[in-house]
């Protein structure tokens, strides 16, 4: 059902153009480094304190690779349906998998993890609403002739737009930088995703991310990354995780 | 009821409910959510701690200190620069901004969502609700941009460029998409990082709920190698928020976050026209940032690659020559033609304002003023197009032509001479007043065209020529009520430039003297001089003024290309500066050859923009080279009516 009437396509694979926060994406920043970060003082001080090479050394490096910050990091995301309700995102960043669920269940939920659990759904526009359209793809009602959706006018029986909205809790505590800055179980991550073309035909998106942590941040944490399709899957290279 | 009837009826309630709650349980998780744009936007952390300086003031969750206190010099990060964008990013010095011509510069819509804003946008309705246009303000010097939703096209390549520009919209499902056009020379990094006038920008806003976040897409071939995109997040202000409380810099209330700004001198400057900037290799901040950052001094200088992910492993691998300063080849430049509007042929026929029109495509550009007392035209064109001329000049005003006013011989602005001086008209002076269109230039411009070659024959037809000459270095005239400066420049592009000011419309129209389509066109056989070229447009910018926030005021009608104003004639100027230092130090101090300094390419920066198969940077070397190569440049003025 989802993956029928997905409003935009995210699925193939895409790359992250970096011209924005540079040097925190691309490098590690220096301890102590915490420009745009809205930390409260107990935050700058965890981060301060926390040994980042014994971090590294006890194989924990996949803890600055978790949902609030995986798209962040410089690389390539394979996005795909693992089925007709699950969308699945794979980066080659630190190797890290989510999957995004439609029909989201809180027995499914299961232990926290870096990735926690994510619950999506698609957010449309010009009214379109999929309980509205029979298994023909008629507007249900149109044969009588009665307006179908929100909005103005007759609403599409197809979508004409629309993002992903995902919202993922369930997360096991990580760190929001590589230099130690800590984000807590607590936290809640909402992402919206939106696809633009450009004049000439070439697609990106967007994911807005708006990362909710009342244990270490005084406001919420909202940054935009860019994402732009790849002609294939052939640059994607799978690396490890890693504080360096 | 029967009690079997009884239990019926339950039964099928609750197959009911549970049928709607196998609905409910596989329904698309949907709904219905608002897309509009419009209200009140702030920066994400108003007032939360984000690190050094000022991020606090501003609050923005990426890149808060760059966007905040500005970015490190010579930090290119990230930025798919060519070596044209990298040679004007490097030349770029910071005390610029302290000088008059640039102390009010608006950030432009190339920049401007990413520099201090806090964003409030309206929708203009019109009688069935529909939006006609959407504004956009309450960036840095409100560049506010307007974003027509009506169809309307964008408007004639040679209509004045803005620091905003021209944008129109439309909705594409839940993402508004607009496209901008007609912009000023302005920056995509506030470190000097250029973006040209002949840039397009793409901008994307999309409502997240209570965020939005607007990306955009900045085209600009001369500078940069692909695309370069931005995404900047907002969140709905407070309520309560008014336009009182919209200022971050209330302290200041004479150069403030939104308006105001009063050109003013915030160096001490050697000269009155002094333009602060780096020689080619001289930027004392090169490699700065390499050594904070410790990464190679070439990464700081930008380029496609560093923005890809797998520029990590080569920062990993150490570059060719890590920590330092780092030298700038420049090969050859190969890019593709600026967009600058071409002769057509279809005149374009525009209205500068006040009294006073441009026609362009007839090669030169053609002022006219009209009143009731007639017409004034400034050049005449090229004289290929003169039925077409005449015709624009008749769509403006139908009364007759009194006087034609030539800024130099150049063929392509006195070609029309003969046709436009021999339709009936008269002048309202002298003694010929009523009979003759009176044809008024400096009187070198005389000695040029009425000059006889070998065989005795002249360039143009006597009633071509100039019937008025005047020798004093300025001539006043006051025509359909309004004072008229003619103001000769001496040796300039030539030795019979003259610009011409129309007070009352606040226009001014100077020939070659200034152009938007080619290097600085210096004819040393005609008595002009590269010293003098820049004079000249230092005369020009102490006549022109600009409105609030260097925008308008003085309106310029160039010898070639789009109408502009005084910002647009300071770019020029400062490339004019610059390229006379590269020059000096290359030629008058280094003692080189021509063609080791072609070699060198003294444009590089501009060479894109400007440079033509018509007037090349090689012939524009060969032009200037003497001057500099004498150790003497020649002295405006030296030779002022020596061609009688």
């Known amino acids: ?244 | 009821m029967s009690a079997r009837l009884v239990e019926h009826a339950q039964l099928s309630r609750v197959l009911l409910l549970i049928l709607l709650a196998l609905v409910w349980t596989t329904r698309p998780a949907t709904a219905q959510i608002d897309f509009d744009i419009v209200g009140f936007w702030d920066q994400p952390a108003l007032g939360t701690v984000l690190g050094p300086g000022n991020a606090a003031i501003f609050g923005f969750e990426e890149d808060s200190t760059e966007r905040a206190d500005g970015p490190t010099l010579v930090d290119y990060l990230g930025i798919p620069l060519n070596v044209e964008g990298r040679a004007r990013a490097l030349a770029y010095d910071s005390a610029l901004l302290g000088v008059p011509e640039h102390v009010c510069m608006r950030h432009p819509s190339q920049y401007s969502y990413w520099g201090p804003a806090r964003l409030r946008i309206a929708a203009q309705l019109d009688a069935n609700l529909d939006a006609v246009s959407y504004t956009v303000a309450g960036t840095f010097r409100r560049a506010d941009r307007t974003i027509w939703m009506d169809g309307r096209p964008h408007p004639s390549p040679f209509a004045p460029h803005t620091w905003a520009g021209f944008t129109t919209g439309e909705w594409r499902g839940s993402t508004l998409v607009t496209t901008t056009t007609h912009l000023k020379w302005g920056w995509i990094r506030r470190n000097g990082v250029p973006s040209s006038d002949q840039a397009t920008v793409v901008t994307y806003y999309t409502r997240n709920e209570n965020v939005l976040t607007i990306t955009w897409i900045v085209y600009d071939s001369l500078y940069l190698t692909e695309p370069y995109i931005k995404s900047a997040d907002f969140i709905t202000a407070p309520r309560g928020v008014s336009a009182a409380s919209f200022d971050v810099e209330p302290a200041d209330r004479t150069n403030n976050f939104f308006g105001l700004c009063f050109p003013r001198e915030e160096i001490a400057r050697p000269e009155p026209h002094y333009v602060p900037h780096y020689l080619p290799g001289a930027n004392p901040f090169m490699g700065e940032l390499a050594m904070k950052l410790r990464i190679p001094a070439e990464t700081t200088l930008g380029g496609a690659e560093t923005a890809y992910p797998e520029y990590r492993e080569k920062l990993r691998q150490g570059a060719p020559s890590a920590r330092g300063r780092a030298t700038i080849t420049a090969p050859a430049v190969v890019q593709p033609r600026p967009g600058e509007p071409a002769p057509d042929t279809a005149l374009d026929v525009l209205k500068v304002q006040g009294n006073v029109w441009m026609i362009a495509g007839a090669d030169g550009n053609i002022a006219v003023q009209a009143g009731d007392q007639g017409v004034i035209v400034v050049d005449t064109g090229d004289g290929t197009m003169n039925d077409a001329v005449i015709a624009a000049i008749r769509r403006i005003s139908t009364k007759p032509i009194r006087y034609i006013i030539n800024t130099s011989a150049s063929a392509h602005h006195v070609g029309g001479n003969a046709a436009l001086a021999s339709l009936p008209g008269g002048s309202t002076t002298g003694g010929q007043r009523g009979a003759l269109v009176s044809v008024i230039a400096q009187e070198n411009v005389y000695s040029r065209m009425s000059r006889p070659d070998a065989n005795g024959a002249t360039l143009f037809p006597a009633v071509a020529w100039p019937s008025d000459g005047y020798y004093a270095p300025r001539r006043g005239l006051t025509f359909n009520g309004e004072a008229i400066d003619i103001v000769h420049m001496a040796n300039a592009s030539t030795d019979g430039d003259s610009l011409v000011y129309f007070r009352g419309s606040n226009v001014l129209v100077t020939g070659d003297l200034f152009t938007t389509t080619n290097l600085p066109m210096v004819d040393r056989a005609q008595g002009g001089s590269y010293a003098g070229l820049l004079s000249a447009l230092n005369a020009l910018l102490d006549i022109a003024v600009p409105d609030d926030l260097m925008e308008g005021g003085t309106y310029i009608v160039p010898g070639h290309g789009r109408i502009c104003d005084e910002a647009d004639l300071v770019e020029y100027r400062d490339m004019v500066y610059e390229v006379r230092d590269r020059l000096k130090t290359m030629i008058t101090d280094g003692a080189m050859t021509a063609a080791q300094v072609k070699a060198a390419h003294p444009v590089l920066g501009w060479d894109a923009r400007y440079s033509r198969p018509a007037w090349t940077a090689d012939m524009f070397v060969d032009a200037v080279y003497p001057e500099f190569a004498s150790r003497t440049p020649a002295r405006p003025g030296a030779t002022r009516g020596a061609a009688r």
């Open chain 1, 1 to 244: 059902m989802h993956q029928r009437y997905a409003p935009i396509d995210l699925t193939r694979t895409w790359v992250t153009i970096v011209t924005e926060d540079w040097d925190v994406r691309m490098l590690t920043p220096k301890k102590g480094d915490f420009h745009s970060l809205p930390l409260t003082r107990a935050a700058q001080d965890a981060a301060n304190r926390i040994d980042m090479a014994q971090v590294d050394a006890s194989g924990r490096a996949c803890e600055a690779y978790g949902a609030p910050v995986v798209m962040r990091h410089p690389g390539r995301v394979r996005i795909a349906w693992q089925d007709g309700e699950t969308l699945r995102i794979e980066t080659d960043a630190g190797r890290q998998m989510r999957r995004l669920h439609f029909n989201a269940r809180a027995a499914d939920r299961g232990e926290p993890t870096l990735q926690g659990f994510s619950a999506a759904e698609w957010q449309y526009a010009n009214g379109f609403d999929p309980l509205h359209v029979d298994d023909t793809g008629r507007a249900r009602g149109a044969a009588r002739g009665g307006r179908v959706g929100a909005g103005r006018g007759v609403a599409s029986t197809q979508p004409t737009g629309g993002r992903l909205k995902v919202v993922t809790t369930n997360l096991a505590a990580g760190f929001l930088r590589k230099n130690g800055v800590p984000y807590s179980a607590d936290t809640t991550v909402t992402e919206y995703y939106n696809l633009l073309a450009e004049p000439a035909g070439t697609e990106w998106f967007v994911v807005t991310t708006v990362v909710h942590d009342p244990v270490n941040l005084a406001v919420d944490y909202i940054t935009s990354t860019n994402f732009r399709k790849e002609p294939d899957d052939s640059k994607f290279t799978p690396e490890p995780c890693t504080l360096r």
